[in-house]
């Protein structure tokens, strides 16, 4: 069986199922969602018998979500064909400003020609999706939690696909319990910025980024925990 993490895309973007896949899982808690306030997941069949076995183990097991939070989810989907075109459009804006700023070394994003996957995704997608990853030339932790602890429209914070942008650096937060030798080797470098694009203007959104890799604030008090944690 093949089984499909489709998060990232939504099912605004892709369908798996339609390509071959025979489950579909998703964090509801991201896109589907989109408003950052539950946590849920969601788990789509491509049969009938294999939806009624894992029917009966969520029953068995209780993994089921509560009234208020089913409806959540519910209100999400209803608006999410327009979260993820607006993801879509402001995303390709701002890596394409990324990838002519003097400090960016590497910009990771689907929509972009250069990308090695962009032909495949755009076969199968109807979008490249709200997430930008990106490394620095100062190729340095450092320079990375300068940079994150800088902007003022993103928030720093590890979670993606809700209406407000979101900035993380991988080396210290989603990725911090891997070795960095193994960390490294995987590609995820240092410097290595991971954005969740949300709602807001794309024109503010790439200022802020703009002022946050020009300039170097030393009186941040999130870039002084990091440091710390370091």
Same mark, same amino acid.
């Given at each position: 069986?093949?089984? +499909?993490?489709?998060?990232? #895309? $939504?099912? +605004?973007?892709q369908q798996p199922i339609a390509l071959g896949a025979d489950i579909v899982v998703h964090s509801a808690t991201k896109y589907l969602g989109g408003h950052s306030d539950l946590i849920a997941g969601v788990v789509v069949t491509k049969t009938a018998e294999l939806g009624a076995k894992i029917k009966y183990l969520q029953n068995a097991c209780g993994a @089921?979500?509560?009234?208020?939070?089913s409806? &959540? +989810? @519910?209100?999400? @989907?209803?608006? %999410?064909? %327009?979260?993820?075109? /607006?993801?879509?459009? $402001? #995303? &390709?804006? @701002? #890596? /394409?400003?990324l990838t002519t700023h003097p400090a960016v070394d590497k910009v990771y994003y689907p929509g972009l020609s250069n990308h090695p996957n962009h032909t495949i995704a755009a076969k199968q997608s109807s979008g490249f999706g709200g997430i930008i990853s990106f490394s620095l030339k100062t190729n340095t932790e450092k320079a990375a939690i300068e940079l994150v602890t800088s902007t003022q429209l993103f928030k720093l914070a590890e979670s993606l696909g809700g209406i407000k942008s979101l900035i993380s650096h991988p080396a210290n937060m989603t990725h911090k319990s891997i070795p960095a030798t193994k960390r490294r080797a995987a590609g995820v470098a240092d410097s290595l910025v991971r954005l969740s694009i949300g709602l807001e203007d794309a024109d503010d959104l790439i200022k802020d980024l703009q002022q946050a890799l020009d300039l170097q604030k030393t009186n941040n008090p999130f870039k002084q925990a990091l440091t710390t944690i370091n």
């Open positions: 069986m093949l089984c +499909v993490d489709n998060t990232f #895309a $939504s099912p +605004v973007l @089921i979500l509560g009234p208020f939070d409806w &959540l +989810v @519910i209100r999400g @989907i209803e608006t %999410l064909h %327009l979260r993820m075109k /607006q993801h879509c459009n $402001s #995303a &390709l804006s @701002i #890596a /394409q400003f």
